[in-house]
């Protein structure tokens, strides 16, 4: 296998998630009357175009564009530059051709810091599963899938016990006295409409006190304990909260694993009562609800003849009564590779995997998915050693952006995404390359680049992809999804996922400009719906890229405001780029170079629904 054989095959999508490429997810199906309405670009897959001379045009842009990109914000990095001594202070020593480090990202920070721990961590993880394993079962035997789902959760409650009280100390009390009340919920109220109701006001509810009585603290609830200021077995217990003490941070990512038990079990029990039930499907989000069918429980196969299910049938199947036991449930909420930050799986799909490993997971697609991770952390750390945006943004009030150009200003913000992306992705990845070494396939998160994105709907689906996909689940779909108000529900939606990310007032300026920002990408498919355009294809394709270019401003915006400068740096950042004369040419320029990204895209897309792939963002 050649070089450029072997980089391609690093970069497909097999590489990234098999679920991409399974004949059963994102194959492409004959388009349908309702579908062509409803699609931006044209259903069947176009004549390449990447060697026309129109594209030989584009790829000129691009050679001269991006490399100009890179250059205008290494200058402003530079040690020459009349604002660097306004924010040296945040740079720290680096190790890449002399170069200091923009390590003043406070997320991102943590996880550098500990990479070497965390690689341990999973070393050490992995040995001791296998010792286990080796002394739980003999070598002559033939372990049977109940033998086997014993075997597994039995070491993954020992493990997570320990990692636990590593991680949060005596807060792990805390962490356990809410499961429990939830496990109660759950299996008190079993089929019942009070089960989700109740699941979902006190999973909320704690959010909101959590961020409240920040953690909780054993001073404040155990005051008779604390004999004096500062004294006291209240005391002593709050001094002990582990290696990250604020435990409260990682529950929201804890919180989504116990509403998908609670309500994978309630939607199991709902089915075994005979009552009916909306089908809940996350690969086909935006279909009518008349077009779902309704079920009745009838007994299940859960495996093929080899044992193996699509991931369609692993979330949606219920599982047998025993699987949804306190042990298990334990497993999954504290699943140690998945704990700190995901990616999400579904109870259901997480016992399927237990109990049936997939043949999906192997030697060489782990490597390929390693080897990825690796890429994109020295990847990062080139773009903080040379590109000191993240610092540069920080300190915009003490005039780190006096002086700039439109140009410059633009890309401050453009780097900072792509900072966010990186920042995400590499500890989404590393937990996903954990849990696959120990066998569990979750979704991945990230399945477009950042700056491969035109569409605000097919943006959310490639970003925290198990998330979204838990969303749909677990809220869009039960709320309607897109036949009753889907505006108001996709607000609903993106104001939980706000708070979910933090209680504050810019997040859910975030939450809001997204759903607000939507509304133009869907107004347009009403408009120029792609059947009107069948004569015309070549027209249509420049009336959706003059559309993404749009968007893409706009999704851009509201991450700036989300995730980065906040709503005021974003109006200050307006302000700069588009001041004067200068500033209006710079805009229009920008927007032609956006333009032409979005034909590439198109094509990329193109190209994969000519492998006969669809992935929908």
Known sequence: MGFFSALKDLYSLDAVDPRLTAPSGNKRKPPTAATSAA????????????????????????????????KVTYELSREDHPNYHKYQHLLSPGWLFGRKVDNSDAQYSTIRNNLPILAAVIVLHAVLR???????????????????????????????????????????????????????????????????????????????LNEMYAGYKYGDIFPWFAAGEGHGWGHVLDLHGGLVPRWEIHFNITML?????????????????????????????????????????????????????????????????????????????????????????????????????????????????????????????????????????????????????????????????????LKLLIPWRLFRLWSLLDSIDPPENMVRCMSNNYSASGFWRSWHRSFNRWIIRYIYIPLGGNS?????????????????????????????????????????????????????????????????VGNILMMMAANLVGFAIGLDGLKELIKGILGGYAGGFFFVTCCMGLFVGAQIMFEHREEEKRMGFDLKC
């Open 39 to 70: 699609s931006t670009e044209p259903q069947a897959p176009q004549p390449s175009r990447w060697k026309t001379p129109e594209f030989y045009g584009y790829y000129l842009v691009f050679a001269v564009v991006v490399p100009l990109m890179f």
């Open 130 to 208: 296998r010792a286990f394993d080796y002394l739980w079962i003999s070598n002559a035997q033939r372990e049977a899938p109940d033998q086997r789902v014993t075997r597994r959760v039995v070491f993954d409650a020992i493990f997570s016990l320990i990692f636990l009280a590593v991680l949060h100390g005596f807060s792990i009390i805390k962490m356990l006295v809410i499961i429990v009340i939830n496990y109660y919920i759950c299996k008190r109220f079993a089929g019942s409409m009070a089960n989700p109701i109740l699941t979902w006001t006190v999973n909320i509810g704690i959010l909101f």
């Open 257 to 421: 694993r116990l509403v998908s038990y609670n309500m994978d079990y309630y939607w199991s029990q709902k089915q075994m009562d005979g009552g009916s039930m909306m089908e809940l499907s996350e690969w086909e989000e935006f279909r009518r609800e008349d077009e779902l069918p309704e079920l009745t429980y009838t007994p299940k196969k859960r495996e093929d003849d080899n044992g193996i299910l699509s991931e369609r049938d692993r979330i949606e199947t219920p599982l047998k009564s025993k699987d949804y036991s306190f042990l298990n449930y334990f497993a999954y909420i504290f699943y140690s590779p998945l704990y700190l930050a995901g990616p999400i799986i579904t109870f259901n799909d997480f016992m399927s995997q237990i109990r049936n490993p997939l043949p999906t997971i192997n030697y060489s697609r782990t490597f390929k998915y390693a080897l990825r991770l690796i890429v994109s952390i020295l990847c990062m750390e080139f773009v903080l050693h040379f590109l000191y945006v993240v610092a540069i943004s920080k300190t915009k009030d003490n005039g780190s952006w006096e002086g700039d150009s439109s140009f410059q200003l633009s890309m401050i913000g453009y780097f900072n995404l792509h900072i966010i992306w």
């Open 484 to 548: 009753k108000i889907p505006i108001l529900n996709m607000l609903a939606v993106f104001t939980f996922v706000a708070l979910w990310h933090d209680i504050s007032l810019r997040l859910l300026a975030w939450g809001w400009l997204v759903t607000l920002f939507v509304l133009p990408e869907v107004l347009a498919k009403m408009i120029f719906p792609a059947r009107k355009f069948q004569e015309n294809q070549t027209l249509y394709r420049h009336l959706c890229a003059a559309g993404a």
